[in-house]
């Protein structure tokens, strides 16, 4: 057992592929490629969303008596406010990420020279 662990791997016979590990460079592609895949999907189905509650809105809009009934303005004020919030979980997730990376690359990036400047 210990022989097998210890010797190099054997070629593989002429007519099976042997798998290698992609590199970075194809790894970054293939994440780019999923994600721009991804945020199109996101934004296609955007805009059917947006038309079908405009008209399902304007239905409701016109089936209500003109005095609007206070829970539906508190509603879409409570709506609203979810929007906003997040919004703000959006951007402190960006800011971490942010801060996150530049943890990660720190080690890794070149000092800056720094210049002296001449009395």
């Not at 210890?6 to 194809?26: C, F, G, L, R, Y």
């Not at 296609?44 to 038309?51: F, K, M």
């Not at 979980?89 to 002296?116: C, N, Y």
Request: no cysteine; glycine share 2%.
């Amino acid at each position: 057992m210990l022989a097998r662990v210890s010797t190099s791997p054997e070629i593989a016979p002429p007519n099976q592929k042997v798998h290698t590990m992609p590199n970075i460079d194809e790894i970054q592609t293939q994440v780019r490629d999923i994600q721009a895949k991804a945020l199109d999907y996101v934004t296609t189905v955007q805009q059917p969303v947006v038309e079908y509650v405009t008209k399902a809105a304007a239905y409701v809009a016109d089936t209500l008596p003109a005095e609007r009934p206070e829970a539906l303005v508190r509603g879409i004020d409570a709506a609203a406010f979810q929007a906003g919030f997040a919004k703000k979980v959006i951007d402190s997730q960006a800011v971490f990420a942010k801060k996150v990376i530049d943890a990660a690359v720190k080690p890794f990036t070149p000092a800056k020279k720094r210049t002296v400047k001449a009395a």
